[in-house]
């Protein structure tokens, strides 16, 4: 037993008094007893026993009531050994994405926040911390407001991460009992090298979960197949085994353009849709399933498609240049070297050096800035070219050099299939074709990779990162390249990879580097914005693009607009990460833990048990009453 105030038991010495005053009472005189009552002097005896009894019972009994009096004013009390302690709570809520699951009275945060504020003593002060935000030494009442208005994030917390930051909450008092409350579902991606916690640290899980694990999620979305006027987009989901099919939506804003169901094969699915190749779509797919809601939509969007500007700097004709780049998919232009105005090459995408003699040293110091700044090149010599004087431009571009001129006839036997140039081009690898020939071409020294090759080895074009060579002249007295059927996919692809496609949407998280083929004034800057939300990216602009980059915006999925002055420029789409779609959840029995529980409300009842104290003066003054009937009783019965 233990005592509030100790202090007060001192005021048992006050007991001595009635002990002395009733010892006192209790002294013996002698009597001589006269002869008129002699004969009582037996009775007399008797009475003087009976009344000795009665004091001494009254004794006992005042003794007992001021001591239980005195033991209730001191307030006694029973509790366990660390009843008494200090003690320090930090709560770490998950609110990721699977805390979206439903079970039978709302989503797992929703009854989280909701158990949290039932059994939470209201005085009681503690830390909290999620995914996203943090309380410091609050109280329920303080964050309730907070707590109903948490969202679900794609961020998720390792136990490592998690124990470094409950670390900062507690203090550096070793006294004190240190309890961090983890409330979760616990995804396998929690887990962590190093899943132990510190003995200072008690650590108790509180694993939700709800009564259906099986989700269906809309994964990601490509372009399968790409044609001049119908463009077809492919969408691939997940879900349970045992999902055999599930309804999926497509909206261009508001408007269902579409509807199909996608047929599931060992938990995979996948949907295509077909779409023109010349419509702005600002997309959205959508399914509708019993699991976490987040991933059930994915944002998409298709612009307007924008032309490449190809620029050919040739003293010769270009007519089989202007017929590969059309005016409907090509801003093409050709120049001599004699009419050629410097400034408008960083405006171009792609640059073609066409059989040109030699090459002035402003046009090197020119060409080696644009592919500096992501410009696509492509270099054609002659037959005539200047050997050393193409090697300047070629050493700047780190593509080698050419050596010596070789006049043999040579056949272009081999071509690279996988190369970024011929992909989708051929159906299967070619055997049998008519492969066209050179005279004259030059030898090489280069690391770059051969894109075509002639039957002895040598490459006849070679490149890498948008800046390709020709080893030998494509004119017409030296090779029969123009009247070949690779000349078409050959200058056609190396036109449409300098403007690289916008992607059909982004992933957030982590750091997204999107290039915008715009030149804006020095003083104007890009902003991007949805639905009245705006922000301006991190931003820098280039002759003929702008680069911007996305860090910690956006912080919600959809389909946003960049703007310049108040003009919308594209369109962007934003997705969260699919990281949390997958259902899959730690063993709670290989995790070490304080204590394991099912529920909050179970926890909290365990920690009030270990905290509770029993309080005994009600039964001390209780008692003191019991005495003060009983004396009031011997006063009365006792003669």
Known sequence: MQFKYPELLWALLLLLIPIFIHLFQLRRFKKTPFTNVKLLQKVVAESRKSN????WLLLFTRLAIYTSIIIAFTQPFLANKTALQEKETVIYLDNSFSM?????????????????IREIPEDKTFNLFTNTSEYWNVQIEDIKND???????????????IQLKANTFFSKRVNS????????????????????????????????SSPSTGNVSLDSIYIGKYGTENIEITALLRGPNEIQSIPVSLFNNDKLIAKTSAVFENSKGEVSFTLSSNEVINGKLQISDAGITFDNHLYFNINEKERPKVLAISDISTDYLKRIYTDNEFVFSSFTLKNLNYRDLDDQNLIL??????????????????VSNGGN????????????????????????????????????TRISFAHPLYENVFEKTIVNFQYPKVSEFFNTNSNSSAILQYQNGEPFRLGKNGVYLFTASIADQNSNFKQSPLIVPTFYKMGVNSLKRAELYHTMGGQIRIDVAQKIAKDNILKVSKDGLEFIPQQQAFANKVSLTFNENPFEDGIYSIVENGNILRNLSFNYPRDESEMKFLDLGNLMATSKQNSITALFQELQKEDSISELWKWFVILALLF????????????
């Open 177 to 208: 009992i240190k309890n961090l409350i983890l409330i979760s579902d616990f995804q396998q991606r929690m887990s962590s090298s190093t899943a132990d916690t510190t003995n200072s640290v008690k650590r108790h899980l509180i694993k939700l």
């Open 353 to 370: 050096l066409n059989e040109l003699e030699k090459l002035p040293t402003s046009l090197i110091g020119s060409i080696s800035s644009f």
């Open 147 to 161: 707590l109903l208005t948490i969202r679900g994030t794609p961020d998720q917390l390792n136990f490592d991460e």
């Open 52 to 55: 000795t009894l009665k004091k």
């Open 377 to 412: 090149l492509v270099v054609i010599p002659s037959t005539k070219s200047v050997i050393n004087n193409y090697n300047q431009l070629l050493s700047r571009l780190s593509l080698g050099s050419l050596l010596d001129k070789v006049i043999a006839e040579n056949i272009i």
């Open 628 to 639: 003060i009937l009983i004396e009031v009783l011997i006063i009365k019965y006792l003669k």
């Open 100 to 116: 979206q699951a439903k079970s039978d009275q709302g989503t797992l945060l929703e009854n989280a926040i909701q158990e949290l």
